[in-house]
């Protein structure tokens, strides 16, 4: 947002809370969670936020947020903020900042800033307490980097019957400028635009919440200067290599999930399709979840896997009549795998209620990726990085079962 919006919006917010007509509200929330792989030569890319490595650390799932709302009968002003460490810094930054305003009982307007609506977790991901996992699924939850936009919404919401609601969600504009750790302490810049939504959520106050989800938006992120050498110099040979670029990219997510309980137990299940034409793959992820109230104690198991694309890796159809244009080819092949996001997790977990809005919340992730892509590592001469997807592996380690161990506080109040 800009400068002049922000100036605006605390002017706004000034006003409404100088009035008698308005009622505020404040809640704050966070994580104290330490984390770490059990291997060297791994670690976890989280797009946002540190990457977990074999030391253990209080990041990335470390944060302190906090939301303030100021609100009456037809308006609805929402502010919320995190702070967290990424990289050796401690930063902050609003994730919401809108106005609701309700024309009537089944008709709603939102404008500013919100976290996006993709999946049953995204406009709630860092309020981690009212979630049963310790962290949501990186296969599901890590491969979009829009965490949340600038726009508008437009909601619809009625009855269905006595016993099931629906409410429709139209986001006709938006757009989204973050910068992404795209692997260690690099980062860089992505801006997400013309971002076009709709989402259908049908809830039963007792047991079941389905949604799904489908987005167009257009996607760009700086070219490395390695990637157009390996462009420019297969262009001279008369090849279209237009798809192996991130700049202004095509990009459709669709999604689909069930949060359903039953007595004491709870499922949880999402899947996504993500479509770019772009450098990244094209990619299935899903994931399900089970677990089990227990008076005070939720334990519960989860499998989740995301693969890409085979044709995404396949260059084979390049001209490439000589040496340089073959060698060109192979720099191409190892630029790709570095975007293999292809993965499965098996997940332990346990939750413990100490009391309404704390709870210890542990998990241990078997994460697993080879033969789980559409190309071999045998076949990647890359040096350096091997892969830089969710899980990322040096050159010349072994690719195996890694273990990631995640435990500590989540709190609500």
């Known amino acids: 947002m800009k400068k002049s919006s922000f100036l605006y919006i605390l002017i706004f917010i000034s006003t409404l809370a100088c009035s008698s007509d308005y009622e505020t509200s404040f809640n704050y929330f966070g994580n104290v969670m330490a984390s770490k792989l059990n291997k060297n030569g791994f670690t976890s890319n989280n797009y946002n936020y540190d990457n977990v490595d074999n030391d253990t650390s209080f990041s990335p799932y470390s944060k302190l947020g906090g939301q303030v709302s100021i609100y009456n009968d037809k ?135 389905i949604h799904t989800s489908y987005t167009k938006l257009k996607s760009s992120l700086e070219d490395s200067s390695a990637l157009k050498t390996v462009t420019n110099g297969l262009k001279s040979y008369g090849n279209n290599v237009d798809e192996y670029s991130y700049e202004d990219k095509d990009t459709t997510i669709f999604t689909l999930g069930l949060n359903y309980s039953y007595e004491n137990y709870i499922l949880n299940t999402e899947i996504s399709r993500y479509e770019t034409k772009s450098m990244n793959p094209d990619t299935t992820a899903y994931y399900v979840m089970l677990g089990y109230n227990w008076d005070k104690f939720t334990p519960y198991i989860a499998y989740a896997k995301s693969k890409n694309d085979k044709e995404h890796f396949d260059t084979s159809g390049l001209n490439t009549p000589d040496a340089t244009s073959a060698s060109l080819q192979r720099g191409l092949d190892d630029m790709l795998y570095l975007t293999n996001y292809s993965q499965r997790t098996q997940s332990l977990g346990l939750r413990y209620n100490i009391k309404p809005g704390l709870a210890i919340k542990t998990q241990i992730d078997r994460i697993t990726t080879t033969n789980y892509g559409s190309i071999s590592d045998s076949t990647v001469s890359s040096s350096g990085y091997e892969r830089r997807g969710i899980l990322g592996r040096f050159a010349g380690t072994d690719n195996e079962a890694v273990y990631l161990y995640t435990i500590g506080l989540s709190f609500a109040f």
């Open 75 to 209: 308006y609805k002003f929402t502010s919320q903020a995190i702070t967290y460490r990424n990289h050796h810094e401690y930063k902050a930054k609003f994730t919401w900042l809108n106005v609701n305003y309700d024309f009537n009982e089944n008709l709603a307007l939102r404008v500013g800033r919100m976290q996006s609506n993709l999946l049953f977790n995204s406009d709630s991901l860092h309020i981690d307490y009212i979630h049963t996992m310790t962290h949501s699924p990186n296969e599901v939850y890590r491969i979009i980097a829009l965490e949340h936009y600038d726009g508008v919404e437009l909601t619809y919401k009625d009855f269905i019957n006595d016993d099931y609601n629906y409410a429709v969600t139209l986001v006709p504009y938006g757009k989204a400028k973050q910068n992404i750790n795209t692997t260690f302490d690099i980062e860089e810049n992505i801006e997400l635009k013309n971002i076009n939504s709709i989402r259908l959520n049908i809830t039963n106050d007792d047991n079941i919440e």
